[in-house]
Structures are given as structure tokens and as C-alpha cells.
């Protein structure tokens, strides 16, 4: 059988078996639902709350500052309507134009109703500073958001210093943490966010789940309605399998998170170096300081669609950051927020590694990347 390397991590990554296995019992014997009061319903409920505090204590929050979602893209909408939603006056929200499409869209649809939204943008490393927040913030701002690290070139922003911008102007701060969760420390009360989003299938987890943190005492409306469900705020019945896979896995990776960390960073240094033995030109893209494992390459005069589907037919998966249709090449708003020249931006690919890769792979990847490139 061919050889199947999976380098597109920062997409989805594998179940942690452990975390599977604990799926299992509350889908097949313990499946009553949590609402209910006979003690057919004891054991999921009892099971939620330990996931909430175990969660919770990954992150250093409060156990009822978790809020269980189906996943970033809901996290993501909850905390940019329903932090607008409390304010008829139509104070304005801020946030960037590299965010994932699940902060944009939302972001799209509060301005459709009037809600002022500013965007910030990132500079050539993909950064956003305290000092571009600074020329856009008023006293009027209602809430800024910037995600915590970017999906495509994982350049990981000053959340700290720009959360001491946003609350120095009386503003919420709210932080789409869905690649950092599970990969690199965080810390809510280090940082200071009133709002973090997060996804399960990121860090190991089943996919169709994820958590908002809300600090206790931020004003947010309900995002769906319903039940009485996550302290009447977002209603409809528990994922109890999910959430309860959700936490195993947080909680294996977070225990290991520095192991895990050595070793990434230890395959991307290996494909690096490779590439430079190799003589293939590259830029990498997202300045220095950026998430273990997510390596976005532009390689000039190259088209990345094309890389792409050559080393998939060798069994090799990665994604790009441009796609071709017939007429032209549509780049990423990510590279085109960070300007990158468009020549360039045509010839980018994005590897993300994970715990579960190995060298084997890495060599697998050079050696399509040298037969495609050279
Ligand atoms: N935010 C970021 C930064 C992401 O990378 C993703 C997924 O790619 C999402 C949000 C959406 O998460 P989900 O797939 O759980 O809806």
C-alpha cells in the first residue's frame, strides 16, 4: 500500500484514541439526556461537569465561564452577534482582515444590521501591534477581536498587550484561539481575554464541538435559543460524547504540550534545512514567532494548486494558499492581507505537522517537494 502522509494538521487532526474510547459509553449505555431528572440522566450530567472543569482548567478559567459549542465557526459567530446584540446603540466592533472567514462572515452579517465593524491590518510578518489597534480604538469601541495565532501562516499575535489596549478603552476583547488551543500555552487570566473561541477537531478532538470561554459578568446575548441549556444561553441538547472527548483530549495534549512542541518544532527545522540543502528558493511566510508546525512556503514561479495536487498523487497531504479557476488564481485574504507579492502568493503552500508526524515523513515531503520544484 502507498505510503499516506498527513501534513495538513492545522485543517483537522487525527482523534486521540483515548479520547475516542471515551466517546464510546456515552453514545451507546450512559445516552440519557442531561435535562432529565431521573438518574437515568446522573451519569452524562455528571460527565459534562467534569469536562467543563477540566477544560476550564487547561485554560486557567472558571468551570462556568465554558460555554460547549458544535465548534469554532459557532464560537466564533456567538462572540462577534452576541456581544452587538446587547448594544442597540451600535457601538463599533474591531478586528483584522486575515481572521478566519467564521470571524469575516459574522462580521459581514452585524454590519448588514448597522453595526460598525473597522478592520485592522496585519503587517508583512502577519502581526497585528498594540500600536495599529491604538489608530483605530475610540471610546465607543464595543469589542475587539483578534484571533490568537492565523490558521494559514500561523503568525501568533501580542493578545496580551492588544487585550491592555482594548480594556484601557473600555472595550470586550475576544480571541479565535482555535489553532493555539492545545498547542501552546494560554492562559485567560494571563491575558486578559473576556472571549476565547475554541474546536475540538483542532487538538484531537471529535469534530461538531468546541467551547466560547466568557468571563464571568461579560454582557452576551443567548446565540441560540431554545432550552435552558449552558445557563440559558445556547440552547439544544448536550454533545455529551463530544464534549467529554473534547476534554480527554485537551487535557493529553496540554499534559504533553511542551514534548509535543520540541517535537514539531524538530520535524520543521528537519524540512527547513532540507529545502535549503536542497538549493529550492522559498520564503517562509508569518515572520518569526509562529505556531510549532504550521510552515506556509511561497515558492517563487510556482503554483501552489499545482504543488498540491502533484504530491497528493504521491500519497502527500497539504493545502495551498491560492486555487485556480478557469479564469484566474484566486489568492488567499490571508497572503493579501499580508501583501505578499502576488507571484508569490501563487506559489504557496501551507504543511502543517502535528504530534502524530515523524521524519519519515518529513523525508517524504522533500522528496515530492524536490521532484515537483526542481
Ligand atoms: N477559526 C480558525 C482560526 C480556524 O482555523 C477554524 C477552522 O479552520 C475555525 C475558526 C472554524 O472552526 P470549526 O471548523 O470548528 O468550525
Request: proline share 3%; aromatic share 6%; glycine share 8%.
Amino acid at each position: 500500500m502507498k505510503r499516506f502522509v498527513y501534513a495538513d494538521n492545522a485543517a483537522t487532526t487525527k482523534m486521540d484514541i483515548e479520547a475516542f474510547e471515551a466517546m464510546k459509553p456515552y453514545l451507546l449505555q450512559k445516552y440519557g439526556n442531561v435535562s432529565q431528572l431521573y438518574s437515568f440522566a446522573r451519569e452524562p450530567q455528571k460527565a459534562i461537569q467534569e469536562a467543563r472543569e477540566t477544560i476550564a482548567s487547561c485554560i486557567g478559567a472558571l468551570p462556568e465561564e465554558i460555554y460547549f459549542t458544535s465548534g469554532g465557526t459557532e464560537s466564533d459567530n456567538w462572540a462577534i452577534k452576541g456581544s452587538a446584540f446587547q448594544h442597540s446603540g451600535h457601538r463599533a466592533t474591531i478586528t483584522t482582515a486575515f481572521e478566519h472567514h467564521a470571524i469575516l462572515r459574522a462580521c459581514e452579517a452585524i454590519e448588514r444590521l448597522g453595526y460598525p465593524v473597522a478592520y485592522m491590518w496585519p503587517d508583512k510578518c502577519g502581526t497585528v501591534s498594540p500600536n495599529i489597534l491604538e489608530q483605530y480604538i475610540t471610546d465607543e469601541t464595543l469589542l475587539v477581536s483578534v484571533m490568537y495565532a492565523n490558521n494559514e501562516i500561523g503568525s501568533i499575535q501580542p493578545i496580551k498587550e492588544l487585550c491592555a489596549v482594548a480594556h484601557a478603552y473600555g472595550a470586550l476583547f475576544h480571541t479565535d484561539a482555535v489553532q493555539a488551543v492545545g498547542h501552546i500555552d494560554v492562559d485567560v487570566n494571563d491575558i486578559g481575554v473576556d472571549m476565547l473561541s475554541a474546536s475540538a477537531h483542532k487538538f484531537n478532538g471529535a469534530k461538531g464541538v468546541g467551547f466560547l470561554f466568557i468571563r464571568k459578568g461579560t454582557p452576551m446575548s443567548a446565540y441560540v435559543d431554545g432550552g435552558a441549556q449552558e445557563h440559558g444561553l445556547r440552547a439544544g441538547t448536550e454533545n455529551v460524547a463530544g464534549i467529554v472527548s473534547m476534554a480527554v483530549a485537551l487535557k493529553r495534549n496540554v499534559d504533553v504540550l511542551h514534548q509535543n512542541q520540541q517535537h514539531v518544532l524538530s520535524l520543521e527545522k528537519k524540512l527547513i534545512n532540507g529545502l535549503n540543502a536542497a538549493k529550492i528558493p522559498f520564503t517562509k511566510n508569518g515572520g518569526k514567532n509562529t505556531l510549532p508546525g504550521i510552515i506556509n512556503l511561497s515558492f517563487p514561479k510556482a503554483d501552489g494548486e499545482a504543488i498540491l495536487h502533484r504530491l497528493d498523487l504521491m500519497g502527500i497531504a497539504i493545502s495551498t494558499g491560492s486555487a485556480c479557476n478557469s479564469q484566474n488564481t484566486e489568492i488567499s485574504h490571508v497572503l493579501k492581507a499580508i501583501r505578499l507579492e502576488e507571484s508569490l502568493a501563487k506559489g504557496t503552500i501551507r504543511i502543517s505537522l502535528g504530534k502524530e508526524n515523524s521524519e519519515d515523513d518529513v523525508d517524504a515531503i522533500l522528496t515530492g517537494l524536490k521532484k515537483i520544484l526542481a
